[in-house]
C-alpha cells in the first residue's frame, strides 16, 4: 500500500522528445507537490497543487505542466526535453502544508 | 528573501560517534521546522519543530529548535552505518517549505 507512487522509476529519453510521470497519493491529503533534486541533491520545488490552486515556482521553465485530474492525482508534463533536465524528480503530498510525504523518485535521464 | 542554511555539507565519523547536525534560518513568518532522512530513494519525516526549547525524540535522534537564536540541531548518538544518509531540514514559511542544501553523513564501520 503505497503512499505515494510515481511512474516510472527511471526514464531515459532524447533531447526533444516530450514524457510525462504519473503521481497518485492514497492519504487523503489535499495538497501534491512535484520537487526536482539534481546532481548536488538540492530539492527545489517546482510546483504545489491545492484545491485547484497552482502555485508554480516562477523559475520553472514553462516546457514543465503539472496536471491534475482529481485531488489524487498529480502529473507532471514535460515538453522538448533538454540536457538539464535531467534529474531525479519527486512527488509528495501533504494535509496542508506541513509534513510532506514523499514518493520514491523518478529519475529522468536525457540523451 | 527566506533562506535555510545547513551545515556541515558532509560530515564523516566512525560507527559509536555522536554527531550533531545544524540548521539555521532567516525566514519572514515562521511555523515549523522539519528534518528529514533521504537515504537511497525519497526523504522520510524525522520531527516538526514549532517551539522553542523542547526536545523532540526519537530513539537515537533527537532535535531541538531555537526559534530566539533561529537554528535548530539535530544529534545522533552511537551512530551507526545504517544512519548515512542526505539529512534535509526545511522550514515552513508562510505555507511554503524553504530546504536546505542537506548535510551529506557517511558513517564508516
Not at chain 1, 76 to 90: C, K, M, R, T
Request: glycine share 6%; proline share 3%; aromatic share 10%.
Amino acid at each position: 500500500d503505497t503512499a505515494v507512487s510515481q511512474t516510472p522509476k527511471y526514464l531515459v529519453t532524447q533531447m526533444g522528445n516530450d514524457k510525462s510521470i504519473k503521481c497518485e497519493q492514497n492519504l487523503g491529503h489535499d495538497t501534491m507537490y512535484w520537487y526536482k533534486q539534481d546532481s548536488k541533491k538540492f530539492l527545489k520545488i517546482m510546483f504545489s497543487y491545492n484545491n485547484k490552486e497552482l502555485i508554480i515556482n516562477e523559475t520553472v521553465p514553462n516546457r514543465f505542466s503539472p496536471k491534475s485530474p482529481d485531488k489524487a492525482h498529480l502529473n507532471l508534463h514535460i515538453n522538448s526535453l533538454e540536457l538539464g533536465d535531467s534529474a531525479v524528480y519527486f512527488c509528495a503530498s501533504s494535509l496542508g502544508a506541513n509534513v510532506l510525504t514523499f514518493g520514491a523518485g523518478s529519475r529522468l535521464t536525457v540523451l | 528573501e527566506d533562506k535555510v542554511v545547513q551545515s556541515p555539507l558532509s560530515l564523516v565519523v566512525h560507527e559509536g560517534d555522536t554527531v550533531t547536525l545544524n540548521c539555521s534560518y532567516e525566514v519572514t513568518n515562521f511555523r515549523s521546522l522539519l528534518w528529514y532522512k533521504q537515504e537511497k530513494k525519497a526523504p522520510t519525516f524525522l520531527f516538526m519543530l514549532t517551539s522553542s526549547g523542547i526536545e523532540k525524540k526519537s530513539g537515537r535522534l533527537s532535535s531541538i529548535l531555537d526559534k530566539k537564536e533561529l537554528f535548530s540541531i539535530l544529534n545522533i548518538t552511537a551512530t551507526q552505518t545504517g544512519d548515512s544518509a542526505i539529512y534535509l531540514c526545511a522550514v515552513d514559511s508562510n505555507y511554503q517549505l524553504i530546504w536546505g542544501a542537506g548535510t551529506k553523513l557517511i558513517i564508516k564501520p
